[in-house]
């Protein structure tokens, strides 16, 4: 029980990051943080019974750099669901296809680059989607940044989490 996983919020309520119970437990206990959830468990000691924490929230202020996400094919094809942004079709055998062409000035930025299956990427075959009589389903941009990143993947068992973490990327 003490090794359970607790969700760390910052004073504004941005999730930070998860410790363990323990560590948890020892911010309470100095009074840098506050408990807004509690797990099912507890611990004793001879003179105490302590409840186990599931989501802390810190008494002060952490800043933090927003970051916002490289270009990379990953991220591109996360970015457009995995579905061809010309046809639809949704596989994973998909191209990065570049709305203006490279050759004809188009930059290699979010604004520009979309996901393509093969078929449709040869079919454009290096001109502008107007010129090949393409239309896009989606006008691409850069994802919205997100102001935290959790390396956690079991959220789906703590369901007390949900509220404070709007959006899992």
Known sequence: MINAPVLVLNQNYEPLDVCRARRAIILLWRGKAEMLEKNSGSISSAS???DLPSVIRLVYLIKR????????RREVFLRDNYTCQYCGRQTR??????????????K????????????????????SPKVAGMDLRHQPSAPPIVGYHIVYHRFD??????KYIPIRN
């Not at 750099?65 to 990379?72: D, F």
């Open 157 to 162: 068992e703590h369901p007390e989490w949900e």
């Open 65 to 72: 750099p927003r970051v916002q996400r490289k270009l990379s």
């Open 48 to 50: 105490m019974t302590i």
């Open 93 to 106: 055998d998909l191209t990065i296809d570049h709305v203006v062409p490279r050759h004809l000035g188009g």
């Open 108 to 127: 290699h930025i979010w604004d520009n680059v979309v996901s393509a299956c093969k078929a449709c990427n040869q079919r454009k075959a290096g001109r």
